[in-house]
């Protein structure tokens, strides 16, 4: 099944590419693969939540954060690369999470991004990953997600 086919029946619609919010791109093809710049959790141009995880994000709240950076990360990604279906798989996520000194569920949040790749791309999907506690992200998100995918 195709990734276009696997947005449609989870009603998910793929989101505009976000405008950047500094001096970069959205992502970059080089060869057969394409890197995204961090994503934030952008929906309809508002942030879904502003804060530190564990302190007034919870993790809960953080894992949908990332799912919608995830999904902002795939709309620039399927961008650079004409089309989600010509993406081939997810190479690497990689995500940052505002996180208060005493919290350590980093994976934990960062499987809000990486269920989207497997919901999305199905086997394809599956990639290698960190999950990266930060003191601070862009505008005060709690999350912020970037990733690598190979194309045709």
């Known amino acids: 099944m195709s990734a276009s086919q696997r947005l449609a029946d989870a009603g ?3 989101p505009e ?4 919010v500094g001096s970069y791109v959205p992502a970059v093809r080089h060869g057969e693969f394409i890197s995204t710049s961090g994503q934030l959790p952008f929906r309809d141009g508002t942030l879904l939540a502003t804060g530190i995880v564990g302190d007034t994000v919870t993790a809960d709240e953080a894992a949908a954060c990332a799912r919608q950076a995830a999904l902002n990360a795939i709309a620039a990604a399927a961008d650079a690369a004409g089309g989600i279906d010509n993406i081939v798989s997810v190479v690497r996520v990689v995500g940052y999470v505002a996180s208060a000194a005493d919290f350590g569920a980093q994976p934990t949040v960062m499987n809000g991004a990486s269920n989207l790749m497997t919901e999305v791309f199905g086997d394809a999907g599956r990639h290698i990953r960190s999950a ?5 992200l862009p505008l005060g998100a709690p999350v912020e997600v970037e990733i690598t995918v190979a194309v045709r």
């Open 17 to 20: 590419v976000v405008a950047p």
């Open 132 to 136: 990266v506690g930060v003191a601070a």
């Open 12 to 14: 998910i619609t793929l």
